[in-house]
Nanobody
Framework: QVQLVESGGGLVQPGGSLRLSCEAS????????MGWYRQAPGKERELVASITSGGSTNYADSVKGRFSISRDNAKKTVYLQMNSLKPEDTAVYYCKAAVIRSTPPWVSMDYWGKGTRVTVSS
């Protein structure tokens, strides 16, 4: 089994910062691309940022210059540093990882965390 556990969400005022973490655990051979997605009430889930195992990053236009994604491959953990937060960043944030397990099938499969809520409000 593979589990992704997110942490770091909460309530923050506009202009504030939060740091999200997501750790992958279980029967894992390797973790490839990891990413953060978010889903606001009444909206579809959208990509926020992603990072490959080699460190290449991709960001949604709405968060460029404010959010930064990073990872620690040894800890199988991805981070999302969120600065200059806006009310429109309010959402449940989900972690996704492409994982090759140490048990069959030995192919890359996507796993999701259960999400952590971020609320930006004064």
């Amino acid at each position: 089994q593979v589990q992704l556990v997110e942490s770091g969400g909460g309530l923050v005022q506009p202009g504030g910062s939060l740091r999200l973490s997501c750790e992958a655990s279980g029967s894992i051979v390797s973790v490839n691309t990891m990413g953060w997605y978010r889903q606001a009430p009444g909206k579809e889930r959208e990509l926020v940022a992603s990072i490959t195992s080699g460190g290449s990053t991709n960001y949604a236009d709405s968060v460029k210059g404010r959010f930064s994604i990073s990872r620690d491959n040894a800890k199988k953990t991805v981070y999302l540093q969120m600065n200059s937060l806006k009310p429109e960043d309010t959402a449940v944030y989900y972690c996704k990882a492409a994982v090759i397990r140490s048990t069959p099938p030995w192919v890359s499969m996507d796993y999701w965390g259960k999400g952590t809520r971020v609320t930006v409000s004064s």
